[in-house]
């Protein structure tokens, strides 16, 4: 069935199609992962421009033919990240991690991230934990904020959206109230010292209540922690751990290595 219509979309990637033209990936808002062939858009006067960056955020017409590529007939920018984000190793692998477990979390098109996706890549963008309130204070802390927890908190959300939201305080196995100091993807999270099982993360479980924070929109505790702590090598330890066992949760349920997840700075 041929069709037109029209979405929002973040781009994910792109690469060159033959000699002008270029596939662009898009995580759209109604139709999941489209797979797009922008024509002609790596000539000098592409109207397309560098509207189809990743990191951007667009309105697109698209038109479906027979086969199994969409064509790209418009873009328009709604809002750009790039410039922000691909200047910064830290920003760029955690805005890479962002739209990888988007991708893969996207099946059909009943369950996008498309709005999920673009506010996390805005936050990491712009220097999450701190906010547009919070940016005078900045100065009192090292770095660019803490892209990897922003990071972590989309893909525990998108995680709980699939019905697979960690346990973080009670073991998981026996429902021993915590805190605790193991997590186990394969048993569904915390875990006490009856119920771990062997390779099981020890973490601490300062990073399991860091964890609980993000999952529930806990973002000026969060902030308050970060900033109070003045960006110590002991905050940065629990931040490592809440991030090792978000990554062990993640790969566990989608059965992959996500290598963009793992290549992040904390």
């Not at 960056?53 to 590529?69: E, H, N």
């Not at 892209?147 to 998981?172: I, N, Y």
């Not at 479980?205 to 002991?234: C, F, I, N, T």
Request: hydrophobic share 40%; proline share 4%.
């Amino acid at each position: 069935m041929r069709q037109n219509y029209r979405d929002r979309a973040l781009v994910v990637r792109h690469y060159d199609f033959s000699e002008a033209d270029r596939i662009v990936v898009l995580l759209t808002r109604e139709h999941g992962v489209v797979r797009a062939v922008a024509k002609g858009v790596r000539k000098n006067k592409s109207r397309f421009g560098g509207r189809l960056a990743p990191f951007v955020v667009v309105d697109v017409q698209l038109y479906v033919g027979r086969g199994s590529l969409a064509t790209l007939t418009s873009a328009e920018t709604v809002r750009s990240y790039n410039q922000l984000i691909v200047d910064s190793y830290a920003k760029y692998t955690a805005a890479c991690a962002v739209l990888d477990v988007a991708e893969k979390l996207t099946v059909g098109e009943e369950a996008t991230l498309c709005d999920d996706a673009a506010a996390a890549i805005r936050d990491i963008a712009h220097s999450w934990p701190v906010d547009s309130a919070a940016q005078g204070e900045q100065s009192s802390v090292r770095g660019e904020g803490l892209p990897t927890l922003r990071v972590d908190k989309f893909v525990l959300r998108a995680l709980a959206a699939e019905g697979w939201e960690p346990q973080l305080f009670s073991c998981a196995g026996c429902g021993q109230p915590g805190p605790h100091h193991a997590f186990s993807a394969s048993i569904g999270g915390a875990v006490c010292g009856a119920c771990r099982p062997p390779g099981a993360l020890t973490v601490p479980e300062e990073s399991l209540r860091l964890a609980w924070w993000l999952a529930h929109d806990r973002d000026a505790v969060v902030r308050d922690a970060w900033m109070s702590s003045g960006d110590s090598p002991e905050f940065r330890r629990i931040a490592d751990g809440c991030h090792d066992l978000v990554v062990e949760h993640v790969q566990w349920h989608l059965g992959m290595k996500l290598r963009t997840v793992e290549l992040m700075e904390g």
